[in-house]
Antibody, heavy 115, light 112 residues
Framework: EVHLLQSGGGLVQPGGSLRLSCTAS????????MSWVRQAPGKGLEWVSE????????HYADSVKGRFTVSRDNSRKILFLQMRSLRVEDTAVYYC????????WGQGSLVTVSS | DVVMTQSPLSLPVALGQSASISCRSS???????????LNWFQQRPGQSPRRLIY???NRDSGVPDRFSGSGSGTDFTLKISRVEAEDVGVYYC?????????FGQGTKVEIK
C-alpha cells in the first residue's frame, strides 16, 4: 500500500522560509515523478510543483517560481519543498502526491504565513 | 494556461439518484503520447483529495463502479450513479497534459 507521510509545516512570518518533507513507502520511489499541490483555506486545489523521477526536471506554478524549490532524495525516499520569501497568500495546506497524475496523496501540511 | 471550467458548482442530489458533473477545458487535452490526461478527484470533508478516475475513464483501485468518467477533446463528464451518503464532498477535474497543471473550481455534492 502506498503511503506518503508529510512533515514540516507551521507558522512563519512573511519573508521567512520553511521546508516541507514527504516520505514515501510502499512504492519504488525512484520510479515516479512527484508533485506538490496546495489548498488555501476554504478554497480549491492549486498545483504548485512537479519533479521528474530522477530529479533532472522540475516545473513550478508562476505564483511560486523563483521562491520555491522542489527536490528529492531517492536513497531515503523523501520529497522536499523548500519555500523562501513566503507571503501571506502562500498560507495553505500543502499536499505531496505521487506522479504528475496525483495517484496518491499525503495527509497535508498546514503552512501559515502571518506576522 | 489551460482553464478548466466545472458545472454545476453545487449539486444537491437525493440518495439513490444519479449526478453528473461537467468539466470543460480551454484547450484540447490530447498529449503528444496520444493519451488524454484528464483526472477526477474526490475530497470528502476534512480529508485529503483522492483520485477516482485517470485518463478520462479509468477507475482507480477501490473506487466503486458507481463512478464513471467519459468525454474527449475538451468536454468531460463524471457520473455518479446511485448516490450514497459517503459521496458527499467536493469533486475536482484536473488536466495533466499541459504545464502548469490546472484544476477546475470544484463541485460540491450534497444530499438533498
Amino acid at each position: 500500500e502506498v503511503h506518503l507521510l508529510q512533515s514540516g509545516g507551521g507558522l512563519v512570518q512573511p519573508g521567512g522560509s520553511l521546508r516541507l518533507s514527504c516520505t514515501a513507502s510502499g512504492i519504488i520511489f525512484s520510479d515516479f515523478g512527484m508533485s506538490w499541490v496546495r489548498q488555501a483555506p476554504g478554497k480549491g486545489l492549486e498545483w504548485v510543483s512537479e519533479i521528474r523521477n530522477d530529479g533532472g526536471e522540475t516545473h513550478y506554478a508562476d505564483s511560486v517560481k523563483g521562491r520555491f524549490t522542489v527536490s528529492r532524495d531517492n536513497s531515503r525516499k523523501i520529497l522536499f519543498l523548500q519555500m523562501r520569501s513566503l507571503r501571506v497568500e502562500d498560507t495553505a495546506v500543502y499536499y505531496c502526491a505521487k506522479s504528475w497524475q496525483l495517484g496518491n496523496w499525503g495527509q497535508g501540511s498546514l503552512v501559515t504565513v502571518s506576522s | 494556461d489551460v482553464v478548466m471550467t466545472q458545472s454545476p458548482l453545487s449539486l444537491p442530489v437525493a440518495l439513490g439518484q444519479s449526478a453528473s458533473i461537467s468539466c470543460r477545458s480551454s484547450q484540447r487535452l490530447v498529449h503528444s503520447d496520444g493519451n488524454t490526461y484528464l483526472n477526477w478527484f474526490q475530497q470528502r470533508p476534512g480529508q485529503s483529495p483522492r483520485r477516482l478516475i485517470y485518463k478520462i475513464s479509468n477507475r482507480d483501485s477501490g473506487v466503486p463502479d458507481r463512478f464513471s468518467g467519459s468525454g474527449s477533446g475538451t468536454d468531460f463528464t463524471l457520473k455518479i450513479s446511485r448516490v450514497e451518503a459517503e459521496d458527499v464532498g467536493v469533486y475536482y477535474c484536473m488536466q495533466g497534459t499541459h504545464w502548469p497543471r490546472t484544476f477546475g473550481q470544484g463541485t460540491k455534492v450534497e444530499i438533498k
